[in-house]
């Protein structure tokens, strides 16, 4: 098994102040391969989501939506 994924997220009420404080845009970019050994078993996610905080950042409401992409090809082998 071998992985690894990036996020962040971002208040947009720093860049735009008309949003409303409690709400953050956030992203995630992930590759993840189950078995190393095997060739072509790449599997990537792309997801984007919208936060919003309440009761401080103790409580928060949070929708996702995901993109997913599994290569499971298997390399012939020629002996």
Avoid: M
């Amino acid at each position: 098994l071998l992985g690894q994924y990036v996020q962040a997220g971002y208040f947009l009420h720093g860049l735009l102040p008309w949003v409303p404080k409690p709400l953050e845009i956030c992203g995630r970019v992930a590759t993840y391969r189950p078995n190393i050994h095997v060739d072509g078993n790449l599997q990537q996610e792309y997801t984007f989501g919208v936060n919003w905080y309440f009761a401080g950042h103790s409580n928060k409401l949070q929708a996702d939506v995901s993109l997913l992409r599994i290569q499971n090809r298997l390399r012939e082998q020629v002996g």
